[in-house]
């Protein structure tokens, strides 16, 4: 079994930053892609910003110049650090990660329960 254990999240006034962290473990043999992705009250889920195994990043066009995406593939954790934060950006934030199990292969889409990301004007 795979989980996805995030942290970071809370409230924080308009201006400010914070640092979310998502840490996969389990029945791991690789990751691909990492990436977060954050949902409003009665709105779609949207990608944020994601990032591949050899670091590649791409992001929300509302959230680029103020976030980055990072992986510390040895301890495979990502990160997102939001800068400059806005009203626009309160959600709950989720990780994502593609994993191929140990046993049985494959490639699998794992989600992390969501993280509480609330900034105030």
């Known amino acids: 079994q795979v989980h996805l254990v995030e942290s970071g999240g809370g409230l924080v006034q308009a201006g400010g930053s914070l640092r979310l962290s998502c840490a996969a473990s389990?029945?791991?043999?690789?990751?691909?892609?990492m990436g977060w992705y954050r949902q409003a009250p009665g709105n779609q889920r949207e990608l944020v910003a994601a990032?591949?195994?050899?670091?590649?990043?791409n992001y929300a066009d509302s959230v680029k110049g103020r976030f980055t995406i990072s992986r510390d593939n040895a301890k495979n954790t990502v990160y997102l650090q939001m800068n400059s934060l806005k009203p626009e950006d309160t959600g709950v934030y989720y990780c994502n990660a593609g994993v191929v199990p140990t046993t049985p292969r494959g490639l699998y889409d794992y989600w992390g329960q969501g993280t509480q990301v609330t900034v105030s004007s």
């Open positions: 389990g029945n791991i043999f690789s990751i691909n892609g």
């Open positions: 990032i591949t195994r050899g670091g590649g990043t």
